[in-house]
């Protein structure tokens, strides 16, 4: 949505209900079971301010929903917020940006695993940034 005097705004949220229908591996019936690191929920906003003279910037929270790391379903990880930011500029056909990623430095996890008793845990990114060039031409 755009809003008076160069703000803008914009919304996006998925809710997904996966689990297995009729799913068997090794001899277990898995059925009714949550789908292995799709979370149930995922949501962002975008909430920004664009000037022909300063340029744009914009503030991005985003939830990342509870999800879990095996078919049974005994690893899980709740849900969890980051906030992102990014700054571009034009110059003609030159796009300069700057994007700051979990600006808070969430410790999370992304995904994992569980099987035969060894969790395994991938961790969100930290704090990152990264800065570029778009030409369009």
């Given at each position: ?50 000037n022909e003279i300063l340029g744009d910037i914009a503030l991005n929270p985003v939830y990342l929903g ?72």
């Open positions: 949505a755009k809003f008076p005097h160069g703000f803008y705004s914009s919304v996006s949220f998925t809710y997904q209900d996966s689990e297995f229908v009729d799913f068997t591996s090794e001899g277990v019936d898995y059925s009714g079971k949550k789908i292995p690191n799709i979370p149930d929920v995922m949501f962002a906003t975008n909430i920004g301010y664009r509870k999800r879990y790391f095996n078919y049974a379903n005994t690893g899980e990880a709740e849900g969890f917020w980051v906030l992102n930011a990014t700054y571009r500029k034009m110059f003609g056909q030159v796009e300069l940006f700057v994007t700051a990623r979990n600006i808070f430095d969430k410790k999370a996890v992304a995904k994992g695993s569980v099987y035969y008793g060894i969790e395994s845990l991938y961790p969100y990114p930290g704090f990152n940034v990264l800065a570029g060039v778009n030409i369009t031409f």
